[in-house]
Nanobody
Framework: VQLVESGGGLVQPGGSLRLSCVASGGTFNQLAFNWVRQAPGKGLEWVSSISLSGGVTDYTGSVRGRFIISRDNAKKIVYLDMNSLKPEDTAMYFC??????RGQGTQVTVSS
């Protein structure tokens, strides 16, 4: 499976963005997905996960209540809706499968 992320950009604190991860090839419906991020000068941080059906989701504490992960199995897309963004959310965001395949990332910058 190949993954392509999009939707990043520059947003002011308190703003919102929707990230998309489009999958091609592979068996999308048989994969769980994660969103991970890497801030400048820091290691990779797990952000959120979603199960095969989308019925089970999980979030790291710093984004719980602000971010929502979802998936459209018919379109083979995984989304990350990010609300009430903070400067500390600034990072490169990556979509990855439960088998460790990762996309090229999309940059999110939260700044006034």
């Amino acid at each position: 499976v190949q993954l392509v992320e999009s939707g990043g950009g520059l947003v002011q604190p308190g703003g919102s963005l929707r990230l998309s991860c489009v999958a091609s090839g592979g068996t999308f419906n048989q994969l769980a997905f994660n969103w991970v991020r890497q801030a400048p000068g820091k290691g990779l941080e797990w952000v959120s996960s979603i199960s095969l059906s989308g019925g089970v989701t999980d979030y790291t504490g710093s984004v719980r209540g602000r971010f929502i992960i979802s998936r459209d199995n018919a379109k083979k897309i995984v989304y990350l809706d990010m609300n009430s963004l903070k400067p500390e959310d600034t990072a490169m965001y990556f979509c990855e499968t439960s088998e460790g395949v990762r996309g090229q990332g999309t940059q999110v910058t939260v700044s006034s």
